[in-house]
């Protein structure tokens, strides 16, 4: 299996690397009904163990946009999908998210800095993030149809905005390739790490 943190990018100037992590699609599953994939995403993160999400992506009911550029069209398309938690492991995934980003979790600990994570025990005294059931995001496909999912990567936009949030806001890249099986969750910007582990979590 792969490792979530297999594809970082090294900056080239001593800081780390943006927290771009990579999944396998472990299963996936098309609802006839809704139209609905149902994706499973999961990956090694040693010492964390497994960690990894659930996603529902909508092939239908999306809004084309096309955004004329001169010699050329930029097309995209608006819609919405819904983020899961799958237990354990998406809980997991936050944690290791914002040890990463060095936000300290809802009671108050210490965490290393990520070139001491490699070297943390699983020790179950540390207080964790609990990931929410359930998320639904604003979505954006950038120049990729969602509609063709199953045989092209499809590059998303989430957004994460609501009133009930207190004004917290952030977006994250995530890239599905479904014919390779495997998946990407991108940062958009160092600015939105604080309140990014907030939309994810039950905090």
Known sequence: MLHVFCNLEDLGDDSDPMCDMTFEIVERQFDE???????????DATPYGQVGFDAKIPR????????????E?????????????????????LTLMADYFEISAPIATEHGFFRKILNRSKDSS????????????????????????????????????????????????????MAKGVAYLDEKDEDYRADLIHWLSLF
């Open 126 to 177: 540390v207080p964790k993030w609990t990931f929410a059931e359930s998320i639904e995001c604003q979505t954006v496909c950038l120049a990729s149809d969602p509609s063709a999912i199953a045989d092209k990567p499809v590059r998303m936009k989430l957004f994460f905005e609501n009133v009930d949030k207190n004004g917290r806001y952030a977006e994250v890249f995530l890239i599905l390739d």
């Open 33 to 43: 009904q809704s139209s609905t994939w149902k994706l499973d995403l999961r990956v």
């Open 73 to 93: 069209e930029f097309r995209s398309y608006w819609g919405n999908i819904t983020l899961q938690s799958c237990g354990e492991e998406s809980d997991e995934l």
């Open 60 to 71: 239908v009911g999306w809004t084309e946009q096309i955004d004329d550029l001169g010699e």
